[in-house]
């Protein structure tokens, strides 16, 4: 059996769980949980390499850029739980996600799609280097290994830049971007503590998670605000399923992270199989959530506040989310899976 790009993608997204539950064990085990990134991080490369190989499909297409947001899910979630960033720093890069898929969404009923940005593409790269880099800076805050790691994939960079350029007369754009944001993770390093680093690397992310975002926003909210008040309601309402959940998590001492991470997880998925129907020209199920899921989410967490208070309220109503969003993915599936028993690529 011939490998492909979708074995990878797919061995990505089995392996994603690991780094969760490494990130909530010992020294060693977040050790290993940057390692786990590390592989992730290669497996993405590779299977980029094999997609240029062969030729995407549309499975494909639909996997790889799930596979990204799932590893954001998993790793950037954990590091608020435990309160290595803050939630305002991680919350917007949800935001945006969402915010990009809709936007899309949106774009391809009115007949205009956007390809993915170079820039987007170097968003997912930093993501997925930031977080292991933030994590390792916290096990190790006198920030040694972290300036190893950094030193050695600066040294790596420059020689990969000095050889392409030998080879081919210049050095590519996404080099020069690993360079600059290296030796910027250097200078943080050097110059500030250990958890003001870690701030400093998590703002740099989200800046360049809503840099990547601005082709996708400038084209879609315009066309968006022409349609009227309802269209813009219901992108409101679309966002704010997911969100809102995200933002309670940190009101719940302990307990509800895993499920957030599911909420977040399924809402990727459902949105990636909406808008792959969506361009097969088959029906669109997701005025489901933002008209009744989102509703009879505020209408449990109302209640439960009133009545068990606001932790165990809050407790209540993501439990329901996570119900309600595993449900839609569910029934979302079964309509739709002849859109993936077609494939034969994996």
């Known amino acids: 059996m011939r490998l492909t790009a979708n074995h990878l993608t797919v ?20 050790v290993a949980a940057v390692a786990a990134f590390a592989v992730l991080g290669i497996t993405d490369y590779l299977d980029g390499l094999l997609a240029r190989r ?9 996997l790889d850029p799930l596979a990204d947001k799932i590893f954001a899910a998993v790793t950037l979630i954990p590091i608020v739980d435990l309160r290595i960033l803050p939630m305002w720093v991680v919350w917007p890069i949800f935001l945006r996600e969402f915010l990009v898929t809709e936007m899309r969404r949106f774009l391809l009923v009115e007949r205009l799609e956007l390809p993915v940005t170079e820039l987007a593409k170097i968003k997912t790269t930093l993501q997925m280097t930031g977080a292991g880099l933030i994590l390792l800076t916290d096990v190790f805050p006198d920030k040694t290994v972290s300036a190893a790691f950094l030193s050695g994939a600066l040294l790596a960079s420059l020689f990969l830049a000095i050889g392409l350029y030998w080879r081919n007369g210049y050095v590519s754009e ?12 250097l200078f943080v390093l050097i110059f500030f503590s250990a958890p ?7 703002i740099v992310m989200l800046g360049i998670t809503f840099i990547s975002a601005w082709r996708y926003i400038t084209a879609g909210l315009p066309a968006c605000a022409k349609k009227g008040l309802l269209v813009q309601g219901r992108l409101i309402l679309a966002l704010a399923f997911p969100l809102i959940p995200l933002g309670l998590m940190t009101n719940v001492q302990t307990g509800v992270t895993g499920v957030v991470v599911f909420i977040i997880v399924f809402e990727f998925v459902a949105q990636g199989i909406d808008m792959w129907a ?10 489901v959530k933002p008209f009744v899921c989102l509703p009879a989410g505020m209408v449990i967490l109302a209640v439960g506040v009133n009545i068990f208070g606001s932790s165990d309220g809050i407790r209540l109503y993501l439990l329901a989310t996570s119900l309600m969003s595993g449900g839609y993915l569910i029934l979302d599936g079964l309509i739709h899976r002849r859109l993936i028993w077609r494939q034969r690529c994996i």
């Open 174 to 185: 996404r080099i020069k971007t690993a360079l600059g944001f290296l030796v910027l993770g």
């Open 278 to 287: 969506l361009k097969e020209g088959l029906v669109d199920m997701a005025w």
């Open 196 to 202: 003001t680093a870690n701030l400093v690397y998590g």
């Open 11 to 30: 061995l990505r997204v089995a392996l994603l769980p690991l780094p969760y539950f490494l990130v909530y064990g010992g020294k060693m085990e977040r």
């Open 54 to 62: 062969d030729g995407g499909t549309k499975l494909g297409a639909l």
